[in-house]
């Protein structure tokens, strides 16, 4: 079965600063993996995702991940935080069955990142 | 324009009530999905309707029924409320029916129906 860990809840940052929110996760085919936000009383939107080729993807707002086979972690990224950057974060995973047909997307538990001004 | 909308936004009920919450997207996606947010903020998939077939998660009990009139709607139904569904429903879309169009396919999401049942 496939799972999504973010083992932090809550990730506060000062704005200026580098920030990392962690996700690790588990599948049994090829990882197809993504990055959602969701800002108070909104649906949550894409950010980035990677499927084959760079480790290093790009997203909206500045984000970037790192996708790392050996550690099946997905960490998110950015340079230097804003304050308009805080809101939840959700990290996500799918992949193919062997029937061939795509499992259903399975969310992390999703983390709180504040950045503080 | 929306791509993703549902109606209503906010939605309060009694227990025993009968309710229903629709969703269309205008992206021309050929997946449709509800997902319930709980207080904690846990997401989990309910249902995915791809290419007519519906995708029931067996957690879900039988008192929610999705139904799709077309490929660009997907409502859903609920029977006989209880107070643990109160939540926030989410409708989403993506694009690609088959197995790595589908799974590589990033979800637009609608804006969210919260529904209190009392």
């Known amino acids: 079965a496939q799972s999504v860990a973010q083992p932090e809840d809550q990730v506060n940052v000062a704005e200026g600063n580098p920030l990392t929110v962690k996700c690790t996760y588990s599948?049994?085919?090829?990882?197809?993996l993504f990055w959602y936000v969701q800002y108070p009383n909104r649906g949550l939107q894409f950010l980035l995702k990677y499927i084959t080729g760079d480790n290093l993807v790009k997203g909206s707002y500045g984000f970037e991940a790192e996708f790392n086979k050996s550690q099946t972690s997905f960490h998110l990224k950015k340079p230097s935080a804003l304050v308009s950057d805080s809101a939840l974060y959700f990290c996500a995973v799918r992949d193919i069955g062997s029937s061939g047909s795509a499992r259903q997307l399975t969310f992390g538990s999703g983390t709180q990142l504040t950045v503080l001004p | 324009d929306t791509a993703v909308s549902q109606t209503p936004k906010y939605l309060v009920t009694q227990m025993g009530n009968d309710k229903s919450i629709k969703c269309e997207q205008n992206?021309?996606?050929?997946?449709m999905y509800w997902y319930k947010q709980d207080s904690k903020k846990f997401l989990k998939i309910m249902f995915s309707y791809n290419n007519k077939e519906l995708i029931i998660n067996e957690t879900v009990p039988n008192r929610f029924s999705p139904k799709s009139p077309d490929k660009a709607h997907l409502n859903l139904h609920i029977n006989s409320l209880e107070l643990g569904d109160s939540a926030v429903y989410f409708c989403a879309s993506s694009q690609g029916t088959g197995g790595y169009l589908l799974a590589t396919g990033e979800l637009f999401f609608g804006e969210g129906s919260r529904l209190t049942v009392l």
């Open positions: 992206l021309g996606h050929d997946t």
């Open positions: 599948v049994s085919g090829n990882p197809y």
